[in-house]
């Protein structure tokens, strides 16, 4: 065994995106590519001895071969001791976790994501630092440079590592240790949570159903729902991690969780339903017959902090993403805690987190967390919805029409329009921006622009700035958010968020109350015409 240094031509590609690296799987599968991507990871930090780091991935096709290349390329560089979970696997927040426990310098999550999986299908690297969360794009922009311009990566050239057994083994001076992945984060949720009192609802005859759909979260799902809390066996479904998510493309929402949507939706509904995403960060909560829009569900989460036994003594203030509804804005406002409007993308809670400005934030696109790690978390969301129902003993419907009689309703809907040209899609980003002041005073009917402008943040703890969309602000506490998406793999999607509040009226649809304001955001920035779509590709 010994460390062979390989020479490389740079690709050009690799730029992270809203959260990590992220492309198609044959992009990633060409030689070199991830050899590349992670030698520029090392090359940027500087010297590697001494560093510990944890690794897995969401189990998606390529997820053993980049492993070790991984590996490899780790102990070649002089890391002093991987972490690893077993078979390879490890959700995004059970690596945040496990970052934060052990005190590591960092670590690597394989996933795309909620993006589909398989050969034809995508590929991702989440690149972590000490913070347990995201590099910030400071880090990882130098990354990029330096994978422009990388000449030669190091390597150990050994045999593959055998992942599928605990314990600890060495490959050259680097030591690596395979664990549960589930066990500390399991123990985790039982310290933030009262799990007792959960188990008292399943004992009484709760039901529920969880959809892995077919990634990372089923064996962390089963062991907590299942084992620890006592829900009925087959409580969690599709709970096996599968290359190609057996299909499915596993992104929690309306759309794409059809199977638990037919169930909660059906006879004999079971009480509670929900889904994670391909890596375990993301959340869908449903009632019986009801879904509860993830922007709702931060604002309801907030509103019952004090259920909770970890967070029953106060918690320091909220964030959500800008194209997050305001309705979090509301509670925070009525309990007089700080509500932070961050750029989307997880990494920018980080440092309001570390400063103890925020407990908890999220974003609409199913994201939900407190800073128990930096990263959302999926299953913590699940079980803060259990928990309010087993302390309130009310069902998700009936929780949610009463924090909209409290706060009043804020009605919310994301319009994708998927595969467009990116010159398309950036020129109408542009034209768009370029027209937002001769906006403000316009009427389009019964909205009143008052306020059109990119989005930038001022970070308050690091002071970069950052530019991420643009908003439009209408009279009557509308508001429009236009952005590009940061984390597809081809072409250009246009998310355009719709949201519309209403103190008194609260029983409508989204879609009706929304449709409107869809329309003339779809007119706004020429959307049919620029690119031939006369509706949205995906609404959630
Ligand atoms: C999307 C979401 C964003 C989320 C990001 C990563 O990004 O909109 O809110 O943080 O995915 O989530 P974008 O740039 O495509 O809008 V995950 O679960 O894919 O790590
Ligand atoms: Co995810």
Redesign the pocket.
């Known amino acids: 065994m010994s460390i062979k240094i390989v020479s490389t031509s740079p690709y050009d590609d690799q730029k992270m995106?809203?959260?990590?690296l992220?492309k198609k799987s044959k992009v990633v599968m060409q030689p070199n590519y991830v050899e590349n991507f992670v030698q520029s990871i090392f090359n940027t930090i500087g010297d590697a001895r001494g560093k510990v780091y944890v690794l897995g991935g969401d189990g998606r096709f390529y997820n053993d071969i980049a492993i070790q290349k991984i590996i490899k390329i780790a102990a070649a560089n002089g890391v002093a001791k991987l972490i690893i979970g077993r078979n390879g696997f490890v959700s995004?927040p059970a690596a945040s976790h496990i970052i934060l426990m052990n005190k590591l310098d960092g670590g690597f999550v394989l996933?795309?994501?909620?993006?589909p999986g398989g050969i034809d299908g995508d590929f991702g690297i989440?690149y972590a630092n000490q913070s347990g969360g995201q590099a910030p794009s400071q880090v990882s922009d130098k990354i990029y440079q330096n994978s422009k311009t990388i000449r030669e990566y190091k390597i150990f050239d050994s045999e593959d590592i055998d992942l599928s057994g605990l314990g600890t083994q060495k490959l050259g001076d680097m030591i690596i240790e395979i664990i549960d992945p589930v066990k500390d984060y399991a123990a985790m949720m039982e310290q933030i949570f009262d799990f007792d009192a959960l188990r008292k609802l399943f004992a009484g005859g709760f039901t529920m159903k969880f959809d892995a759909m077919n990634a990372v979260t089923g064996p962390y799902a089963v062991k907590i729902f299942e084992e620890m809390l006592g829900a009925a066996p087959g409580s969690v479904i599709n709970a096996t991690p599968l290359p190609d998510f057996g299909g499915l493309h596993p992104d929690p929402n309306l759309v794409h969780a059809k199977e638990l949507i037919s169930i909660l939706y059906g006879e004999n509904a079971p009480d509670f339903g929900a889904a994670n995403?391909?890596?375990g960060?993301?959340n869908m909560i449903l009632g019986r017959k009801f879904f509860v829009s993830p922007s709702d569900s931060l604002a309801i989460i907030t509103d019952n902090y004090a259920l909770i036994p970890a967070y029953k003594d106060g918690i320091y203030g909220v964030a959500r993403?800008a194209?997050t509804s305001t309705a979090v804005c509301r509670v925070a406002q009525a309990r007089d805690l700080p509500c932070y409007e961050v750029p989307?993308?997880?990494k920018y809670f980080v440092n309001l987190m570390d400063s103890n400005r925020i407990t908890f934030c999220g974003?609409?696109?199913?994201?939900t967390g407190s800073s128990h790690i930096r990263e959302?978390d999926g299953i913590w969301a699940v079980l803060f919805w259990l928990s309010i129902i087993a302390a309130t003993g009310k069902s998700v419907e009936e929780i949610t029409v009463e924090h909209w009689r409290k706060y009043g309703r804020t009605y919310y809907i994301r319009n994708d329009y998927e595969g467009v040209p990116t010159d398309i899609a950036d020129k109408l980003m542009a034209d768009l921006e370029a027209k937002l002041p001769s906006l403000v005073g316009q009427s389009f009917g019964e909205y009143t622009v008052t306020a059109a402008a990119p989005f930038v943040y001022n970070d308050p703890v690091d002071h970069s700035s950052t530019a991420n969309g643009l908003i439009i602000k209408f009279a009557n506490e509308a508001r429009i958010i236009y952005?590009?998406?940061?984390?597809?793999s081809s072409g250009a999607?246009i998310?355009v968020y719709n949201e519309q509040y209403s103190k008194d009226n609260i029983s409508g649809d989204s879609l009706e109350v929304l449709k409107k304001l869809s329309a003339l955001a779809a007119d706004i920035a020429e959307i049919s015409l620029r690119t031939g779509k006369t509706q949205a590709d995906v609404t959630t």
């Open positions: 995106g809203t959260a990590g992220r995004t996933s795309a994501s909620h993006n989440k995403d391909g890596d960060d993301r993403s194209a989307t993308g997880w974003e609409e696109s199913f994201g959302k952005r590009l998406s940061g984390t597809g999607t998310r």
